[in-house]
């Protein structure tokens, strides 16, 4: 199996003994029927209500990002809003602590492209950092930190749902995510990028952003 892949295959209707390898979904804790905290609330579903704030977007969730954070920062390496001229992308939002912007990581369908350049770059350089893909959902997603970006929360739009419920990614997948995005930020530190926007200036705008007196409105 390619160094980019994590594959968990679930049988249908059945469920997976104690001890296998295999991915079985558990429910997200507190958002079950008759929670005081709804799936929806949980996971930031706000847009139509107010701004969002870095205590609106939780972890292990994927979220939808206005167009009006593309035309402030203006970096043409950043990946187009639009995939294939459909609906805006999915992003899998991280959180920074030390500095409480997010960093957002592009998802996408197209499994089968980045398949084979995970393979290209496992063959050459013996693992692939900069893609991975995994389960999300009913099917797989290529998680793309090769096109990472930083942003504040202001610049979110809504929480991405699957039949109208918010959608978390597997735990398992989100500890890799969060793995990879360190070491990817590391080596990018070290001068090794392999990332392709400019993320130290899009960093600097944001934090600008952040602490400015006239924030720019999206």
């Avoid at 996408?108 to 063959?123: C, H, L, M, P």
């Avoid at 995510?177 to 990332?195: D, N, S």
Wanted: with cysteine; net charge positive; glycine share 6%.
């Amino acid at each position: 199996m390619p160094d980019g892949t994590v594959n968990f295959r679930r049988k249908p209707e059945r469920d997976i003994s104690k001890g296998s390898s295999n991915f079985r979904r558990k429910p997200e804790r507190g958002i079950s029927k008759g929670s005081k905290i709804t799936p929806r609330r949980k996971a930031g579903l706000l847009h139509g209500r107010r701004k969002m704030n870095v205590s609106d977007i939780n972890p292990g969730y994927v979220y939808h990002i206005k167009d009006s954070y593309f035309e402030v920062v203006n970096d043409e390496k950043l990946m187009r809003n639009h995939e294939g001229g459909a609906y805006r992308p999915t992003y899998f939002c991280i959180k920074d602590n030390k500095t409480e912007l997010l960093w957002v990581i592009p998802m996408s369908g197209r499994v089968d492209k980045y398949r084979t350049i995970i393979e290209k770059e496992a063959a050459k350089y013996g693992r692939c950092l900069k893609i991975l893909i995994a389960r999300y959902g009913d099917g797989e997603s290529a998680f793309l930190f090769q096109n990472m970006f930083p942003i504040l929360p202001k610049y979110i739009n809504h929480v991405h749902t699957i039949a109208g419920i918010p959608m978390p990614v597997n735990r398992i997948v989100q500890k890799e995510i969060a793995r990879r995005f360190k070491e990817i930020r590391r080596l990018y530190a070290q001068g090794i990028k392999m990332v392709f926007p400019d993320i130290t200036r899009l960093e600097k705008l944001m934090l600008d952003e952040l602490f400015s007196t006239s924030p720019t409105q999206p």
